[in-house]
């Protein structure tokens, strides 16, 4: 492995795990600062999670495109965009940093270095939900990056995420990755093991739905070179 490759892992590595400890440290902070208002927990959640995800697109994204998320990755090849092989190794690093950015926020919090959730989350409309959630924010992604607006993609993702904290049912998930890390912290932002896999097969069908979408929206596609 060349250096350039060891940068772009620990970068998805880096920003996956940090992510998963914005997104699931802020919900600890919001059930600790508002424990009898779930819609003020979520609000927080989303807010804290809308706001911060931008700026690690933008530490990350000169190095390895700031993926934090398989479905991302794949799209990206799938697309054209970036080499296979990338993606073969940027997927165990996205779900590592988010296993790890579970655990930090778990102990930020005084709690145990990891708790198994117990929050079942699984149903016919939080499935559909996941799969609107992932299929908007792939559709956001690569639609400004084929038409040249790439540097719109860190406030409009920011935007699209906190929004679909509330208009979906599922509070927009849309990442198999950070749904695999939610597993090990039994808090507000949590997951049971159960409800994970339907989750992730939701991401993936809302991540081919857009990618269809997209071939068909925006045909031309712009090659960037690998690092």
Request: hydrophobic share 55%.
């Amino acid at each position: 492995m060349n250096i350039a490759v060891a940068r772009r892992l620990t970068a998805e590595l880096i920003g996956s795990a940090l992510l998963a400890a914005l997104v699931i440290g802020s919900g600890i902070a919001a059930k600790n600062l508002s424990p009898n208002d779930v819609g003020l927990q979520l609000l927080e959640n989303a807010f804290a999670t809308a706001l911060g995800l931008p700026v690690l697109i933008l530490i990350f994204g000169p190095i390895s495109g700031a993926h934090f998320n398989p479905v991302v990755s794949l799209v990206d090849s799938a697309s054209g965009m970036r080499a296979w092989k990338d993606t073969a190794l940027y997927i165990p690093a996205q779900i590592v940093g988010c296993i790890l950015g579970a655990i930090l926020a778990n102990l930020m919090f005084g709690r145990a270095a990891v708790s198994i959730s117990t929050t079942d989350r699984i149903t016919g409309p939080h499935f559909l939900a996941e799969i609107v959630a992932t299929a908007g924010l792939i559709l956001i992604i690569f639609a400004l990056a084929r038409t040249n607006r790439a540097s719109l993609t860190p406030a409009a993702v920011g935007a699209y995420i906190g929004a679909a904290y509330f208009f979906t049912s599922s509070a927009s998930f849309a990442n198999p990755a950070i749904t695999i890390g939610r597993i090990f912290s039994d808090t507000f932002a949590g997951i049971a093991p159960t409800s994970a896999p339907g989750f992730i097969a939701a991401q993936l069908v809302g991540a081919a739905l857009a990618f269809l979408l997209l071939q068909w929206l925006y045909p031309t596609r712009k090659r960037v070179p690998t690092r």
